[in-house]
Structure formats: C-alpha cells, structure tokens
C-alpha cells in the first residue's frame, strides 16, 4: 500500500510506502524537504500538517512538542502516512536533491588541526562523479550497520581536480567511531559512505546580507560555503561568527583570515567562551551567538546559516527570530552527537 504526498506551496508530489518515513521516502525521489539529523532529535525536518493522518516514531520532545503536534505540525524523518497527506513546507527545490549514492572511499590523508579535531580526508571513486552541495553532509555505513554523519569542508568545485572530500572530526572519548578516527585508522584504509544529505546550502537566489554562525566544527559546512561563495564570485556582504571555548578550537583560524584578505565582501568576528590568561586573548568573548546580537539589532533584513553544537543552534534561532529574522530565512545544521540521539524522546505512537 502506498499513500501520496503533496508539498505546499510548491505543489510538488510524492509516494509513500506504508510504514515509510515521509522524508525517507522524499530523499527516494528527488524531492528536497529540509531535515538535519533524520532522527528525530534536531527538528529541522518539522512541517506543518495541512491534510491526512500519520503516526511518529520516537523522537525528542524539543524537536516536537506535544503542544506543536496538537497543533499540527510534524517531523516528516519519522512520520509515517495512514492517507493521502498534504504537507506545508517552504524550503522544498528542485535542486536541492542531487542523487543519493553509496560508494568505497579511500582514507587519504589525516591531520590533527588541534588536540580533539582530525582534519580527514577522503579519496572518491574517479570514475563515479559525486554532486553535492557546499554544507551538505555524507555518513560513514559501520560494519555493524550503525552511521556516522559529518559535513563536508570543502565545496564541490574542488572536486575537478582531485575527488575526495574534508571531513572535521572531533574526538569524542568513547565514541565508536572516533575512537578509531584518533587511534588506528590508517591512510589507505577503505570506508562506505553515503551520501549527499542535508538541506544546509547557500540560497543562491537572495540578495540578502548573510551571517555565517559556526561553534566547533560547525565550521566545516561553513567553510564550504565560503569556498562556494568565492568560486561563483558571489558578492553578497558575509560576516562569519566562528565560536569556541578556547582560542585552539578555532582550528583554522588562519585559514578564515587568509579568506578574508581575499574576499572584501566576508569579515570574520571570532568569538571565545572560556578563554584562560595563559592564552592572552584580547578578542570579543562570551557565547557567539549573543555576540550577533550585540552587532546586529536588527535582523529582518539578513539570512542566517547556522551550524554547531544543538544549544547554539537553538538559542541563535529563537533569538533571531526575536530581533526580526524571518523564520524562512535561517537555515541550519544541528550537530547531534550520537549521546543526544539517544536521550529522552516521545514513544512512537501505538
């Protein structure tokens, strides 16, 4: 049994096999509907239901309230039709779905940029092209069929002239994944990923001033976005907000000021939390999301690309949207470590 799926305004249609995910069975069929995690932990994938009955599987209650489905809305990553479904959700393109493709991948080059971030990178297929977008993610397939996501750091046009891509992993003790990222993982060594995933990617289609947000490495979509911004001679104002606790975690520091030099329409406010007197910083401090706001008062006429830790993603998105931020114009990827996927969720319903 099948059920169809309308996406309003566009008009856009879909199937959905019972018992399917409706943004599964979107991604199966080339259409673009925003989501983050897929797991229902970051709620960038909620939309408002308009017609039809579903049933959500487990999910965190602070990606959907019970009082937000009540009045409607759902997290399509694990929503499931029992009807035909009409859906409304704004951010859906056609061009925001390249095909997903698995494929082997060659582990060619590791480089600790600081103590807890491995800078990796990863060698594709020649003859098989990858497309994606700049903040776009892949997921590493384990052998014991868990998965691994994490942003690619540079933008598609590098792939010309050396296919691969650059993963910023941070060292999570304990983490099944990273424990083997910073311990035994060797160039050369063969991996599975999948991929492209994600709604995070620059509307090219705005003229509107944009603010880059990044804590930790929510920095590597950004930095694809900027290299995507400087290929395409997009000339748009760019103020990037890159924050951590310490000076160290802004691992390419140098990187983003050599940027800067170049693009004269990208400025860079890097922002500290924790900084101790041994590290003599004399920069802005506090959380970075905050140090918007005291730069901008009003956001009513800007996009916003946020990407990083949850709670930084969260507070900058109600906060934004408070000082006049459209909420159609904040675009975002929520780093949900595996520990949060696994907190606290809503049963799936019965």
């Known amino acids: 049994m099948s059920f169809n799926v309308t996406v309003q305004p566009s ?29 229902g932990a970051c709620g960038s994938c909620k939309s408002k239901k308009l017609e039809g009955t579903v049933t959500h599987g487990a999910h965190q209650a602070k990606a959907l309230s019970p009082e937000e489905e009540a009045a409607g809305f759902i997290l399509t990553c694990c929503a499931t039709a029992h009807s035909d479904v009409v859906i409304e959700s704004r951010h859906v393109t056609d061009e925001s779905a390249f095909p997903v493709k698995k494929m082997p991948v060659r582990v060619n080059s590791l480089a600790k940029a600081s103590h807890d971030v491995m800078v990796v990178r990863l060698q594709l297929p020649a003859s098989d092209v990858f497309k994606y977008h700049a903040g776009q993610y892949v997921e590493f397939l384990l052998r014991d069929g868990d998965r691994r996501a994490y942003s690619m750091g540079n933008a598609p046009h590098t792939q010309a002239e050396n296919p691969g891509v650059e993963l910023h992993i941070r060292h999570m003790p304990g983490g099944k994944f990273t424990e083997h990222v910073f311990g035994p993982m060797k160039e050369k060594e063969i991996l599975r990923i999948e991929g492209p995933f994600g709604s995070f990617y620059l509307r090219e289609d705005s003229d509107k001033p944009m603010v880059l947000l990044a804590s930790g490495t929510g920095f590597a979509p950004i930095k694809a976005l900027i290299e995507h911004l400087q290929f395409k001679g997009i000339t748009r104002p760019a103020v990037l907000y890159w924050g951590g606790r310490r000076p160290a975690d802004l691992y390419m520091d140098e990187w ?6 170049e693009m004269p329409n990208l400025r860079y406010v890097p922002v500290i939390s924790n900084a101790l007197p041994e590290d003599n910083w004399t920069g802005r401090t506090g959380f970075v999301h905050q140090a918007v706001l005291e730069d901008f008062a009003d956001l009513s006429g800007h996009q916003v690309y946020a990407c990083g830790a949850p709670i930084v993603v969260d507070s900058a998105q109600a906060a934004y949207t408070a000082a006049g931020l459209p909420e159609d114009e904040f675009y975002a990827d929520s780093f949900v470590t595996e520990k949060e996927k696994s907190q606290a969720t809503v049963p799936a319903q019965a």
């Open 11 to 39: 008009g856009r249609t879909f199937i959905a096999q019972v018992d399917e995910a409706l943004l599964a069975a979107a991604i199966r069929q080339g259409i673009g509907l925003p989501y983050g995690c897929k797991d």
């Open 256 to 261: 983003v000021k050599t940027k800067t030099a």
